[in-house]
């Protein structure tokens, strides 16, 4: 089983990797850049990256971190994922929420995407791996930037 965490943003420039990094410590999740994935420290900095594979624990695979754009390379997966989410939130009930979703995934630019296969973090009787910034098991969790 596999589930996807989302960054819809509405600013045409995607959060540089730092911000990424920085953003994630923050949370009580630090991560670091894959070894064999290490770009130039320049690029740390650039808020145009497509793809980055961030290692959370050495006994684990890391996770790839996709970074989709409503214009140029990867538009049409774009349009896939936004499409997908929007379908998804259409069948929930009207309401002022659903509305506000709504309004903000209209806006979206850029979409930073990772999926995660549960069994990555599931250890049988144990919570001790799962990550402090994933939703608790069984409910979805899309985090939205401005």
Do not use: H
């Not at 630019?109 to 009787?125: A, D, S």
């Not at 799962?130 to 985090?143: C, D, I």
């Amino acid at each position: 089983m596999a589930f996807c965490l989302r960054a819809f943003c509405r600013d045409f420039a995607a959060p540089s990797l730092s911000e990424l990094l920085v953003w994630l410590r923050q949370y009580e999740t630090p991560v670091t850049i894959a070894e064999e994935a290490n770009p130039p420290a320049a690029e740390l900095l650039s808020s145009y990256w497509d793809q980055v594979r961030l290692s959370y624990d050495a006994g684990e695979a890391p996770l790839t971190v996709r970074c989709y754009r409503a214009a140029g390379p990867g538009a049409a997966t774009f349009a896939e994922e936004l499409a997908d989410f929007v379908a998804d939130v259409r069948e929930l009930a009207d309401s002022p929420a659903r509305s506000r979703v709504l309004d903000q995934l209209g806006a979206t630019r850029v979409l930073v995407v990772v999926e995660v296969t549960c069994r990555r973090w599931i250890r049988i009787g144990s919570e001790s791996s799962w990550p402090k910034w994933a939703p608790a098991r069984g409910r979805s969790m899309t985090r939205s930037a401005s």
